[in-house]
């Protein structure tokens, strides 16, 4: 534990101030983590509750830190806005904020296209399909629970590297078919348990939900996805 030594000019809550945002920027605390309560800071590093609430005041005035009436002090989660210049590609899109993204395949699986689905995918009900749940984080912060539906002839998806490499990528150098005309639908979604779980946030969090068609060259059906998004760490752009 570095102690804070009262001897040297810098006052006592600086140093507290100092200490904390080196803790949060070298992942101690992560983001969306709790942060030790006013009484266990005071204990820990021997100090008043005046001095630990004038640091943890001034980190919040400068968004590092975002109290939650009854919970704590949280690290505030950064909040990225998306590339009107990525042509919808998340992974770009993080490029170009200057962000790290990654993905992780959370289950695949083939399943029976119901009503819904059938009409969206233009298959008949209880027709085969493919269903891949993917995981989008930003700096390793979960953002985004994306759910794809696939044509059960596109048995290659089951198969495909769909962590390090886009979708549409894949699909064009197994089938020759390429992605040129999106059709989106957006509404409000509230988070069930596995959402929840996944996006690390409570049951029943409001979620942006993104419907999402994918149509071909000919104007058919490439594939049909869902993205579950965390609108508090990330913005949905649209592009005209």
Do not use: W
């Not at 266990?40 to 100090?47: A, G, I, P, S, W």
């Not at 909040?79 to 959370?106: I, L, R």
Request: aromatic share 8%; net charge neutral; with cysteine.
């Amino acid at each position: 534990m570095k102690l804070l030594n009262s001897d040297i000019a810098i006052p006592l809550y600086q140093q507290l101030y100092d200490l904390l945002l080196d803790q949060i920027r070298s992942g101690v605390y992560p983001p969306g983590s709790k942060i030790p309560s006013e009484e266990e800071l005071c204990k820990t590093y021997d100090l008043s509750r005046v001095t630990v609430r004038n640091a943890l005041g001034r980190l919040v005035d400068d968004n590092i830190l975002v109290k939650r009436h009854g919970k704590g002090t949280f690290v505030a989660t950064p909040v990225f806005t998306e590339s009107a210049y990525a042509n919808g590609s998340f992974t770009k899109s993080c490029e170009q904020m200057g962000a790290t993204p990654s993905t992780q395949v959370v289950s695949r699986k083939q399943v029976k296209a119901g009503k819904a689905l059938s009409k969206q995918l233009q298959l008949e009900e209880g027709a085969k399909a493919i269903c891949i749940k993917r995981l989008r984080c930003i700096n390793g912060v979960a953002a985004i629970l994306e759910v794809d539906y696939f044509n059960g002839d596109m048995d290659f998806m089951m198969e495909a590297d769909v962590e390090t490499r886009p979708i549409l990528d894949v699909i064009r150098e197994n089938s020759g078919l390429a992605g040129r005309q999106y059709i989106d639908t957006f509404e409000v979604h509230f988070a069930n348990r596995e959402q929840a779980g996944c996006l690390k946030c409570p049951a029943n969090t409001p979620l942006l939900k993104v419907s999402q068609v994918v149509l071909n060259e000919m104007r058919g059906v490439l594939y049909y996805n869902e993205q579950y998004i965390r609108s508090d760490i990330y913005k949905y752009v649209m592009g005209s």
